[in-house]
């Protein structure tokens, strides 16, 4: 026979390790690292489309930035040609005949414009920097605002689809990326125009030398490449974990989250927590670093090889009387610059390859938020709606199996108030969805005085929506903007004060330092914090102030005392003519104002009626008010 542990043993037990961070695989579609078959013939064939993708994005940003950098690469790669090629014509006198006084007198009107080349070469890299300077902080700026333009602008389902977050991140990334895109742009075509004017001279002096230097640099080259997918598919490894990580940190690192944290013991969890997952994602870097020393290694010593055999062939020549000593001694100088700017073509082309593997991840994210972004009808929605109906809607979120709405039928009426009640689950709040067309059924119809809202502008829809949802956004606003959402009515105050007024909150806002114009965000420099109340309060009067036909609270009260909650509920009643409303509520004792209740299970509306009509029928909302006097 088994005893049962004491509570005494029970306490001497040890206990179990806080669990480590949970493990994301990828699987499918989402699971294919882009750069798997990238090699250097590919990253060749496709610099040219990014140059062309980087020249049109800059040329929108700032066009006189993008004509001066390309003249500074001109003026670069001509002032390179113009060094070699009287640098060839000054050796002819410096190792020709006569006093050192004859040949540096011959010489001198080539070094002089040696110099001046020389001179031309920086200024002009100098401007190229600055407008480097110009382009970039509004192309960042540009593709930042782009992102999050995108993201705002989706269907709300498309944040339910797989994988929709993470690529998300990796736009982020490819955002990040951007700053460097006209940088590798910029050093790659000039490296380009100075290896071309150092081809051109060493061709001239010998032909055998520019094929042997190709074959040096060609190593570094494909030794680049093979070290960005290594990069890159570390980078790609760890897209969900830094997602996740960057979720988290805001989570812990929020104020508004701290009594949490500290009143339930979780600061030293989250510590570890954090730890684990950096961890995680520390050691797939470093495992990828002895695969970088590899590929760095042996490309190098391929490359240094013929190189070794670049310098022999110039010395044989040399040796052999084939070149003079004087063409001899320029092409060491062209062979030293055509390394370095075949070198700095290979380097710059691989990291802008690299680059645009981050750029493509934010393209392609762009690319499908477009295609999620609504895809409806232009139809217009009037300013007075007088009924919404819905027939037979329903609507199932990606990936479940069960539909949270299960074709619902239902008609709502101006100057009508309907309560929204049910068990957690039983998509009262995916049925308001439906209603304000933030959702769009997958069957049935959702009819707005007859205009489908599939057939509708969702912009014309959402002008005539007024919504507090359960978990209401505190933006660290004024509170004049907390308010009017950044959509004032008119140039005074009066209709902000109405709202507060209808709430109960003008004292609560008279208090704060700077009454509507005080920032709600106590994180921030002059920012002051309201309590969870008086945030609710403040988001109701965001709905009271938009004054739309349609006004949906959902939970509107959880977080007030009993004097604002029956302020907020005498003031939905006083409105109630002019609008239809929608209160889904748990405090089902709050529904005897609502004109009819609306119960659902399962996504079905199980019963409908008054409220003493539903306690005296015998279903779920009987059970559900007995359960709330029981206690």
Same mark, same amino acid.
């Given at each position: 026979?088994?005893?049962?542990?004491?509570?005494?043993?029970?306490?001497?037990?040890?206990?179990?390790?806080?669990?480590?961070?949970?493990?994301?695989?990828?699987?499918?579609?989402?699971?294919?690292?882009?750069?798997? +078959?990238?090699?250097?013939?590919?990253?060749?064939?496709? $610099?040219?489309?990014?140059?062309?993708?980087?020249?049109?994005?800059?040329?929108?940003?700032?066009?006189? @930035?993008?004509?001066?950098?390309?003249?500074?690469?001109?003026?670069?790669?001509?002032?390179?040609?113009? =060094?070699?090629?009287?640098?060839?014509?000054?050796?002819?006198?410096?190792?020709?005949?006569?006093?050192?006084?004859?040949?540096?007198?011959?010489?001198?009107?080539?070094?002089?414009? *040696?110099?001046?080349?020389?001179?031309?070469?920086? *200024?002009?890299?100098?401007?190229?920097?600055?407008?480097?300077?110009?382009?970039?902080?509004?192309?960042?700026?540009?593709?930042?605002?782009? $992102?999050?333009?995108?993201?705002?602008?989706?269907?709300?389902?498309?944040?339910?689809?797989?994988?929709?977050?993470?690529?998300?991140?990796?736009?982020?990334?490819?955002?990040?990326?951007?700053?460097?895109?006209?940088?590798?742009?910029?050093?790659?075509?000039?490296?380009?125009?100075?290896?071309?004017?150092?081809?051109? =001279?060493?061709?001239?002096?010998? /032909?055998?030398?520019? #094929?042997?230097?190709?074959?040096? =640099?060609?190593?570094? @080259?494909?030794?680049?490449?093979?070290?960005?997918?290594?990069?890159?598919?570390?980078?790609?490894?760890?897209?969900?974990?830094?997602?996740?990580?960057?979720?988290?940190? /805001? /989570?812990?690192?929020?104020?508004?989250? &701290?009594?949490?944290?500290?009143?339930?013991?979780?600061?030293?969890?989250?510590?570890?927590?954090?730890?684990?997952?950096?961890?995680?994602?520390?050691?797939?870097?470093?495992?990828?670093?002895?695969?970088?020393?590899?590929?760095?290694?042996?490309?190098?010593?391929?490359?240094?090889?013929?190189?070794?055999?670049?310098?022999?062939?110039?010395?044989?020549?040399?040796?052999? !009387?084939? %070149?003079?000593?004087?063409?001899?001694?320029?092409? %060491?100088?062209?062979?030293?610059?055509?390394?370095?700017?075949?070198?700095? *073509?290979?380097?710059?082309?691989?990291?802008?390859?690299?680059?645009?593997?981050? $750029?493509?991840?934010?393209?392609?994210?762009?690319?499908?938020?477009?295609?999620?972004?609504?895809?409806?009808?232009? $139809?217009?929605?009037?300013?007075?709606?007088?009924?919404?109906?819905?027939?037979?809607?329903?609507?199932?979120?990606?990936?479940?199996?069960?539909?949270?709405?299960?074709? =619902?039928?239902?008609?709502?009426?101006?100057?009508?108030?309907?309560?929204?009640? &049910?068990?957690?689950?039983?998509?009262?709040?995916?049925?308001?969805?439906?209603?304000?067309?933030?959702?769009?059924?997958?069957?049935?119809?959702?009819?707005?005085?007859?205009?489908?809202?599939?057939?509708?502008?969702?912009?014309? %829809?959402?002008?005539?929506?007024?919504?507090?949802?359960?978990?209401?956004?505190?933006?660290?606003?004024?509170?004049?903007?907390?308010?009017?959402?950044?959509?004032?009515?008119?140039?005074?105050?009066?209709?902000?004060?109405?709202?507060?007024?209808?709430?109960?909150?003008? +004292?609560?806002?008279?208090?704060?330092?700077?009454?509507?114009?005080?920032?709600?965000?106590?994180?921030?420099?002059?920012?002051? +914090?309201?309590? @969870?109340?008086?945030?609710?309060?403040?988001?109701?009067?965001?709905?009271?102030?938009?004054?739309? #036909?349609?006004?949906?609270?959902?939970?509107?009260?959880?977080?007030?005392?009993?004097? !604002?909650?029956?302020?907020?509920?005498?003031?939905?009643?006083?409105?109630?003519?002019?609008?239809?409303?929608?209160? %889904?509520?748990?405090?089902?004792?709050?529904?005897?104002?609502?004109?009819?209740?609306?119960?659902?299970?399962?996504?079905?509306?199980?019963?409908? !009626?008054?409220?003493?009509?539903?306690?005296?029928?015998? @279903?779920?909302?009987?059970?559900?008010?007995?359960?709330?006097?029981?206690?």
């Amino acid at each position: 026979m088994q005893v049962p542990p004491t509570a005494a043993s029970a306490e001497s037990s040890p206990t179990p390790p806080p669990p480590p961070p949970a493990a994301i695989v990828y699987e499918g579609k989402s699971g294919k690292n882009p750069l798997e +078959e990238a090699d250097f013939r590919k990253m060749c064939a496709r $610099l040219p489309s990014v140059l062309g993708d980087t020249t049109r994005m800059a040329w929108a940003v700032d066009r006189r @930035g993008v004509v001066l950098l390309l003249a500074c690469q001109m003026l670069t790669g001509t002032a390179a040609a113009v =060094v070699l090629g009287f640098t060839a014509q000054a050796m002819t006198h410096l190792l020709g005949v006569g006093t050192v006084s004859e040949r540096l007198h011959g010489a001198l009107p080539a070094l002089t414009v *040696v110099t001046a080349a020389a001179a031309i070469g920086r *200024v002009s890299g100098a401007l190229a920097a600055y407008a480097d300077g110009r382009i970039t902080p509004r192309l960042v700026t540009e593709a930042d605002v782009a $992102l999050v333009s995108a993201v705002c602008h989706v269907e709300a389902a498309a944040h339910d689809t797989d994988g929709f977050a993470d690529r998300q991140e990796a736009a982020e990334v490819g955002v990040t990326r951007t700053t460097y895109m006209v940088r590798d742009a910029q050093r790659f075509m000039s490296a380009l125009i100075r290896m071309i004017a150092a081809a051109g =001279v060493i061709t001239a002096l010998h /032909w055998v030398l520019l #094929p042997l230097l190709l074959l040096a =640099v060609l190593p570094a @080259g494909a030794g680049a490449v093979l070290s960005a997918r290594v990069d890159y598919e570390t980078h790609y490894a760890n897209v969900g974990d830094r997602n996740v990580r960057g979720m988290m940190r /805001w /989570w812990a690192t929020s104020s508004r989250n &701290g009594d949490e944290v500290r009143a339930n013991g979780m600061t030293g969890y989250l510590t570890y927590w954090y730890r684990a997952l950096s961890e995680r994602i520390d050691r797939r870097t470093l495992t990828a670093a002895p695969r970088m020393l590899r590929i760095t290694l042996t490309t190098s010593a391929v490359g240094g090889l013929f190189l070794l055999l670049t310098w022999a062939a110039l010395a044989w020549l040399a040796s052999t !009387g084939r %070149v003079g000593l004087a063409v001899a001694a320029t092409a %060491v100088v062209g062979v030293q610059t055509a390394l370095a700017a075949l070198s700095q *073509v290979v380097l710059h082309g691989a990291a802008l390859f690299h680059t645009s593997l981050y $750029l493509a991840d934010m393209r392609s994210f762009l690319d499908t938020a477009a295609e999620q972004a609504p895809k409806r009808g232009r $139809l217009t929605i009037p300013e007075r709606v007088d009924e919404i109906r819905l027939d037979e809607a329903a609507y199932r979120y990606p990936g479940k199996e069960e539909p949270a709405v299960a074709g =619902v039928s239902l008609t709502l009426r101006r100057g009508e108030i309907v309560a929204v009640v &049910g068990e957690n689950g039983s998509g009262k709040s995916t049925l308001t969805k439906l209603i304000t067309g933030i959702l769009l059924a997958d069957k049935g119809r959702v009819l707005w005085d007859g205009t489908d809202l599939a057939d509708a502008d969702p912009e014309a %829809v959402w002008k005539r929506t007024a919504l507090v949802p359960q978990n209401f956004a505190c933006w660290p606003l004024r509170a004049r903007e907390n308010i009017t959402l950044g959509q004032p009515r008119t140039f005074d105050d009066g209709p902000v004060w109405a709202a507060v007024d209808a709430v109960g909150m003008r +004292e609560a806002v008279e208090k704060l330092p700077r009454q509507l114009d005080t920032l709600l965000a106590r994180e921030l420099f002059g920012g002051a +914090e309201l309590s @969870g109340g008086q945030w609710q309060r403040l988001a109701c009067a965001r709905a009271l102030y938009r004054r739309t #036909p349609l006004l949906i609270l959902d939970e509107p009260t959880s977080q007030m005392d009993p004097r !604002g909650e029956h302020q907020i509920f005498l003031e939905i009643k006083r409105i109630a003519a002019e609008r239809m409303t929608i209160v %889904v509520t748990h405090q089902l004792e709050n529904t005897r104002l609502a004109d009819r209740i609306v119960v659902m299970q399962h996504g079905r509306i199980i019963e409908q !009626g008054g409220y003493d009509d539903l306690v005296n029928a015998g @279903g779920l909302f009987a059970e559900l008010v007995a359960l709330t006097q029981d206690r």
